[in-house]
T-cell receptor, first 111, second 114 residues
Framework: AQSVTQLDSHVSVSEGTPVLLRCNYS??????LFWYVQHPNKGLQLLLK??????LVKGINGFEAEFKKSETSFHLTKPSAHMSDAAEYFC?????????FGKGTMLLVSP | DGGITQSPKYLFRKEGQNVTLSCEQN?????MYWYRQDPGQGLRLIYY???????QKGDIAEGYSVSREKKESFPLTVTSAQKNPTAFYLC?????????????FGSGTRLTVV
């Protein structure tokens, strides 16, 4: 069995400040991990993925995430938030060809 | 450009009616998936298909049906047996094992029961 916990349902930041979206996972198998972003009434767009290569993964739009096996975490970060980053973000764990989604973190960016 | 097309974008259904949501992809992906999204609950898997003419139930298949007659198409029917169908429905596809490739998502269909 596998599960994903996104530790914050909402995160608020000011434009230009760092972003941290937290994700913990559990899996009985070596998982792959993903972060997706969803803008209102849109589909999900892949930001980045970890598939057992480098533990620090760089994605699109300046986002990156670090896989920490000892902490079972895969937190998403960005050094400087932009207004266009405001959206909902989903952490996803995959093993045995099954994806399990976290419940999402809404990122709010204020001017 | 390759991608996944879901239609319609908005759909209204009367109580007791069946409705079918369309999902078409031109990515030559083998696997296709249907998810339901409700506020605060993330995405839940309804059905998936890894090959033509074959599909499996996901976590919340009751009240739904699918078919996979063509590689490009994976329509979802929401039947009258689905007691709470109002939700945002997302279709996705992947080239093969999701561990390696992740998913490509359509832009969704918002279904409302009136």
């Amino acid at each position: 069995a596998q599960s994903v916990t996104q530790l914050d349902s909402h995160v608020s930041v000011s434009e230009g400040t760092p972003v941290l979206l937290r994700c913990n996972y559990s899996s009985s198998y070596s998982p792959s991990l993903f972060w997706y972003v969803q803008h209102p009434n849109k589909g999900l767009q892949l930001l980045l993925k970890y598939t057992s290569a480098a533990t620090l993964v760089k994605g699109i739009n300046g986002f990156e995430a670090e896989f920490k096996k000892s902490e079972t975490s895969f937190h998403l970060t960005k050094p400087s938030a932009h207004m266009s980053d405001a959206a909902e973000y989903f952490c996803v764990v995959s093993s045995y060809s099954t994806l399990t989604f976290g419940k999402g973190t809404m990122l709010l960016v204020s001017p | 450009d390759g991608g996944i097309t879901q239609s319609p974008k908005y759909l209204f259904r009367k109580e007791g009616q069946n409705v079918t949501l369309s999902c078409e992809q031109n990515l030559n992906h083998d696997a296709m998936y249907w998810y339901r999204q409700d506020p605060g609950q993330g995405l839940r898997l309804i059905y998936y298909s890894q090959i033509v003419n074959d599909f499996q139930k996901g976590d919340i298949a009751e009240g739904y049906s699918v078919s996979r007659e063509k590689k490009e198409s994976f329509p979802l029917t929401v039947t009258s047996a689905q007691k709470n169908p109002t939700a945002f429905y997302l279709c996705a596809s992947s080239m093969g094992s999701s561990e390696a490739y992740g998913y490509t998502f359509g832009s969704g269909t918002r279904l409302t029961v009136v």
